[in-house]
């Protein structure tokens, strides 16, 4: 079962701003909620280590500066992959996330589906956490 979920989202911050945050991956474990640590293994992979103890690996497949950063992504549970589209909209980024999984297990879509969109939302929350904290605001008009 394959289950894509997106979330767009207008940024009061900078479009670099954003970007370094969002493709900063050694720096996720200080604003991800869902993260316990995230390591680099090279130039296009890093993996992300969760509570309970999933890992996930994720492979770098794209990344234009300030305009779209993808990977696909593998864990014990689920394939997919994950796009993240930044685009300039005044002195603010306008984002949308868009993420795709294929199920390894039977689990029922809702659930899935549900899960997903929670996790999208925690994650846009807590990357506007981190914005906000960032030198008293970093690029935020």
Same mark, same amino acid.
């Given at each position: 079962?394959?289950?894509? =979920? ?6 009061? +911050?900078?479009?670099?701003?954003? /970007? ?9 474990? *200080?604003? &991800?909620?869902? $993260? @316990?640590?995230?390591?680099? $293994? ?12 999933? !890992?996930?690996? %994720?492979?770098?497949? *794209?990344?234009?500066? %300030? ?5 696909? $992504? #593998? ?6 992959? /994950?796009?993240? &589209? ?6 603010? =980024? !306008?984002?949308?996330?868009?993420? =795709?999984? =294929? ?7 809702? @659930?899935? +589906?549900?899960?997903?969109? &929670?996790?999208?939302?925690?994650? @846009?929350?807590? @990357?506007?956490?981190? $914005?906000?904290? #960032?030198?008293?605001?970093?690029? &935020?008009?």
């Amino acid at each position: 079962m394959t289950i894509t =979920t997106e979330r767009t989202a207008v940024l009061p +911050w900078d479009v670099q701003t954003v /970007w370094r945050v969002v493709t900063g991956v050694e720096g996720y474990p *200080a604003w &991800r909620r869902d $993260l @316990l640590r995230a390591e680099i $293994l090279n130039e296009k992979q890093f993996l992300e280590h969760a509570p309970g103890g999933i !890992q996930t690996l %994720c492979t770098v497949t *794209a990344a234009e500066p %300030c305009r779209r950063w993808a990977f696909d $992504l #593998e864990n014990p549970n689920l394939t997919g992959h /994950w796009v993240g &589209r930044f685009t300039a909209q005044g002195a603010g =980024t !306008q984002v949308t996330f868009r993420e =795709t999984v =294929t199920l390894k297990k039977v689990i029922p879509h809702p @659930l899935v +589906w549900g899960y997903l969109k &929670r996790q999208q939302a925690r994650f @846009l929350a807590d @990357l506007e956490r981190a $914005l906000a904290q #960032e030198g008293n605001g970093g690029g &935020r008009p």
